[in-house]
């Protein structure tokens, strides 16, 4: 690494350079795909959060819209932890992170070292450097000796971002009925419109109204669209 791209990071002002130096000092020391998100506060939705990454823009839109950031091990971790993770398949021990994972390698994310940020601000992210090379144990010891040198791009990473974030205001709240609430709720927890009626002692026509009401409400067409909408909001929790 050149320290004067240490000083260009800092000194950038054009968010493309900016960018552009952040993967290309990852892939000097043999890491392909970076991604860079954090966030003003951990109690911000992950929507919101300042991202950039080379990572292929179709994973990343399938990411963003199946709320795969609620899936993620690799998250939960940096939210509960200030150590790097070598994540492996190992990591992804649920039918749902398997899913994902499995999706996520034909992208060329099979394995990788996330960073957890926790800044003096209360700002939380976490930066993730990829390589195919630690999918192979005869290369994995020498990549993973690298972690000092990661967690100094992270570091300047992070403090140079300062000036570039403009965090995302949040969404509207969308305000539910008590029984829309209840309909969501159920919904989340996987119960069909037929079940939540026999919960809710009514009828299915009438849970069906309820999830259209709640469709309209969050714009989406889909009731897999709504959980996902009332998880990003915060209206719901898992």
């Known amino acids: 690494m050149k320290y004067d791209q240490f000083t260009g ?138 972690m000092p040198a990661l967690a100094i791009i992270r570091d300047y990473v992070f403090e140079s971002s300062k000036k570039f974030l403009n965090y995302h205001t949040p969404e509207t709240q969308i305000a539910l009925t008590p029984r829309e609430n209840e309909v969501i709720h159920w919904s989340v927890a996987g119960k069909s419109s037929w079940e939540i009626s026999k919960i809710l002692n009514c009828s299915e026509s009438t849970i069906n109204f309820h999830l259209s009401n709640i469709r309209q409400k969050f714009n989406v067409n889909t009731k897999q669209q709504a959980i996902i909408k009332a998880l990003k909001l915060g209206i719901i929790q898992l």
């Open 9 to 146: 990071l800092l000194e950038a002002t054009n968010e493309q350079n900016w960018s552009d130096t952040v993967f290309s000092m990852a892939k000097n020391i043999g890491f392909e795909q970076t991604l860079f998100a954090v966030l003003k506060s951990k109690d911000e939705p992950i929507e919101n959060a300042f991202l950039r990454s080379n990572y292929s823009k179709d994973w990343r839109s399938t990411y963003d819209n199946q709320g795969l950031g609620y899936v993620d091990p690799t998250v939960t971790h940096c939210l509960k932890s200030n150590i790097p993770l070598l994540w492996t398949p190992d990591c992804f021990k649920k039918p749902d992170q398997q899913n994902m994972y499995e999706e996520a390698t034909s992208y060329g994310l099979k394995t990788g070292i996330i960073f957890p940020i926790h800044g003096p601000n209360g700002e939380f992210g976490m930066m993730s450097f990829v390589s195919e090379h630690l999918d192979n144990p005869a290369t994995q010891k020498d990549m993973v000796q690298s």
